[in-house]
């Protein structure tokens, strides 16, 4: 691979302290952080702090039962709880559901890397009630954040997939696709699922390959961001036009074309991996982001 010469365009320390628990404390005297999901949203206060998580002794305040809760860890100190509520939960005066892909646009980063983790650790747990293999239902596993047959002995770990997104440069012009479930106006990168066996710079040969039709080279790896759509972690690149006409596959893909920065389409939200490699790209080409 080509390295990528830049300044940490994805830059952990800039994220505050999250220290990983499994097993809660004995006694909640402090006030904690509630991730509360009803399904894939997410519960938000709406007065005087837009987009923040709900903080409090005990989620009950807010007269919601849950179907399950798991203990997260800390915040800088602040223990964190993930909530699951039943699907026809209503949300408690001054405060809103906001489906994920909303909610990414209306919080900072940082918030979002943790309802990220929250929401992945909630579905995990809710889909690994029994077990896959035997039938039986699953015990969680000490000092882990694991299930366990009892029966069986099989092991279930929260799952992560991994998939690429790639951002292609033909000299000063970047190819931008769109997919039919983007908001209108909206393009992306090109991006897709590892497949078993396969490496991530194969994958990006292959995705390219297979949504748009041309071949790349001079692959360079960028980064990676956790991403709960449904539970990826996005492995960045950059690469270059190498030959080949586009011709979008029109499933995943029903647009695409190379754009300068003077006509470039809608962009995905500020703190997703594809607008900081669009934004790498806008800096390369000497504007402003």
């Given at each position: 691979?080509?390295?990528?010469?830049r300044?940490?365009?994805?830059?952990?320390?800039?994220?505050?302290?999250?220290?990983i628990g499994i097993?809660?404390?004995?006694?909640?005297t402090?006030?904690?952080?509630?991730?509360i999901?009803r399904?894939?949203?997410?519960?938000?206060?709406l007065?005087?702090?837009?987009?923040?998580?709900?903080?409090?002794?005990?989620?009950g305040?807010?007269g919601?039962?849950?179907?399950?809760e798991?203990?997260?860890?800390?915040?800088e100190?602040?223990?964190?709880?993930?909530v699951?509520?039943p699907?026809?939960?209503?949300a408690?005066?001054?405060m809103?559901?906001?489906?994920?892909?909303?909610?990414?646009?209306?919080m900072?980063?940082?918030c979002?890397?943790?309802?990220?983790?929250?929401?992945?650790?909630?579905?995990?747990d809710?889909?690994?009630?029994?077990?896959s293999?035997c039938?039986a239902?699953?015990?969680?596993?000490?000092g882990?954040?694991?299930?366990e047959?009892?029966?069986?002995?099989e092991?279930?770990?929260?799952r992560?997939?991994?998939?690429?997104?790639?951002?292609?440069?033909?000299?000063h012009?970047?190819?931008?696709?769109?997919?039919?479930?983007?908001i209108?106006?909206?393009?992306?990168?090109?991006?897709?699922?590892?497949?078993?066996?396969?490496?991530?710079?194969?994958?990006?040969?292959?995705?390219t390959r297979?949504?748009?039709?041309?071949?790349?080279?001079?692959?360079s790896y960028?980064g990676?961001?956790?991403?709960p759509?449904?539970?990826?972690?996005?492995i960045?690149?950059?690469?270059?036009y190498?030959?080949?006409e586009?011709?979008?596959?029109?499933?995943?893909?029903?647009?695409?074309?190379?754009?300068?920065?003077?006509n470039?389409?809608?962009?995905?939200?500020?703190?997703?991996i594809a607008r900081?490699?669009i934004?790498?790209?806008?800096?390369?080409?000497g504007?402003?982001?």
């Open positions: 691979m080509t390295p990528v010469d300044e940490n365009p994805i830059c952990p320390e800039s994220f505050p302290e999250f220290i097993e809660p404390p004995a006694n909640r402090e006030k904690a952080l509630w991730f999901f399904g894939r949203e997410v519960l938000l206060k007065n005087k702090n837009p987009g923040a998580i709900p903080k409090m002794l005990d989620f305040e807010l919601l039962s849950g179907t399950r798991q203990y997260l860890g800390t915040l100190g602040t223990h964190c709880y993930s699951e509520l699907e026809d939960a209503q408690p005066e001054g809103k559901f906001a489906d994920l892909r909303q909610a990414y646009t209306e900072s980063e940082k979002f890397a943790l309802v990220n983790k929250a929401v992945q650790i909630m579905e995990w809710r889909t690994n009630q029994y077990c293999r039938g239902k699953t015990m969680q596993k000490p882990e954040r694991g299930k047959c009892p029966d069986c002995g092991l279930f770990y929260p992560i997939s991994p998939a690429v997104i790639v951002l292609i440069r033909k000299e012009e970047v190819l931008m696709a769109r997919s039919p479930n983007f209108p106006g909206m393009y992306g990168l090109i991006a897709g699922f590892v497949e078993p066996g396969e490496s991530a710079e194969a994958a990006v040969v292959r995705e297979e949504e748009v039709g041309i071949k790349v080279k001079n692959i960028f990676t961001q956790a991403w759509f449904p539970n990826s972690l996005m960045g690149f950059t690469a270059e190498d030959s080949g586009i011709q979008p596959d029109g499933f995943e893909i029903e647009d695409a074309g190379w754009f300068s920065v003077e470039l389409p809608g962009l995905p939200g500020k703190i997703s900081k490699l934004d790498y790209f806008l800096k390369e080409e504007l402003e982001v």
